[in-house]
């Protein structure tokens, strides 16, 4: 073996922490990077970059030529269009398969693929593991949960209203939802790699049976904050009107935003607990962070970033 993996999504939240797992392990790495996005520094690691996305066909052939392994984390997880998440998950998973047949394909998924009909952005990730699951070569998909860590901007605001002294959650009861440290769902993913599963669709947390609710997000959050916070339970009707006013702003033309009536959608769906736990008993995987050790590590980053 070459011991190259080929990886999309680099610079991204979770990419970074991946690649820099590979590193550690004595993989090399081909990395694909969108002419505008910045490189990331990843301290100790040599990696190969090919300029392009996943709509160039040229490209992505140079990122998988002679790769042994290909992870393909990219994805799009916002959007002011639906059907933009199918151009990019799904047939951007399907450009990328194409160009490497033979070689092991590992696509990191979201649990909310198991739910395909809250959300568009829901739809396009099974339909992304769908494109996969008819590979020809060996694959696997893996479902990830909510993921935070070093470099999360999409919880960032969580952690600065409850430094604030409130927590805010959505008004349910007995919703359950699984996490993850990045740096522990990047471990999973190198140990895929070198101990590569049957071919399926696969879930990851951090082993956390039941996963957690809303009221152990805040303890957690609290702790790490060095502050007891106030649970501000919001209702869906509430969270929905924020959501219609961020697609007026759609509309205008302005920026894309995480919050949509598609997400609250998901939001509100009671069940994001894993059930699926085959692959960490196929690779071996233990969760180095439970809930509060990483939410403390979190805050620790942010704040040495000036984050928080």
């Not at 993996?5 to 392990?25: M, Q």
């Not at 394909?105 to 699951?133: C, D, N, T, W």
Request: some cysteine.
């Amino acid at each position: 073996m070459s011991r190259l993996v080929a990886v999309t999504g680099a610079t991204g939240f979770v990419g970074p922490h991946l690649v820099s797992a590979l590193g550690r392990r004595g993989w090399k790495t081909r990395l694909l990077v969108r002419r505008w996005s910045p490189v990331p520094s990843l301290p100790g690691v040599a990696a190969e970059i090919v300029l392009g996305d996943l709509g160039n066909e040229k490209a992505l052939r140079r990122l998988v030529d002679g790769a042994d392994v290909v992870i393909h984390a990219a994805g799009l997880i916002k959007s002011r269009a639906p059907a933009d998440f199918l151009a990019v998950n799904r047939d951007g998973t399907a450009r990328l398969s194409a160009c490497a047949p033979e070689a092991r394909f590992i696509l990191l998924s979201s649990l909310a693929a198991r739910e395909p009909q809250l959300s568009a952005y829901a739809a396009s990730k099974q339909a992304a593991e769908a494109v996969v699951a008819a590979r020809s070569g060996p694959w696997m998909a893996v479902r990830a949960p909510a993921v935070y860590g070093p470099g999360d901007r999409e919880t960032l605001a969580y952690f600065r209203a409850v430094a604030r002294g409130v927590a805010p959650q959505p008004r349910m009861d007995g919703a359950r939802l699984a996490l993850i440290h990045v740096g522990d769902l990047a471990e999973a993913l190198v140990l895929a790699v070198e101990r590569p599963p049957a071919a399926s669709v696969y879930e990851i947390d951090d082993g956390q049976l039941d996963g957690y609710g809303y009221d152990d997000m805040a303890a957690a959050a609290g702790a790490a904050v060095g502050r007891t916070a106030w649970r501000l339970p919001v209702p869906q009707a509430a969270m929905a009107m924020i959501a219609a006013a961020n697609g007026l702003r759609h509309g205008l033309g302005g920026a894309a935003q995480i919050l949509t009536q598609a997400k609250v959608r998901e939001i509100f769906h009671g069940d994001w607990a894993i059930h699926d736990h085959r692959l960490a008993a196929a690779i071996a995987f233990r969760a180095r962070y439970d809930l509060v050790a990483g939410f403390r590590d979190t805050v620790i980053w942010y704040r040495r970033q000036g984050w928080l």
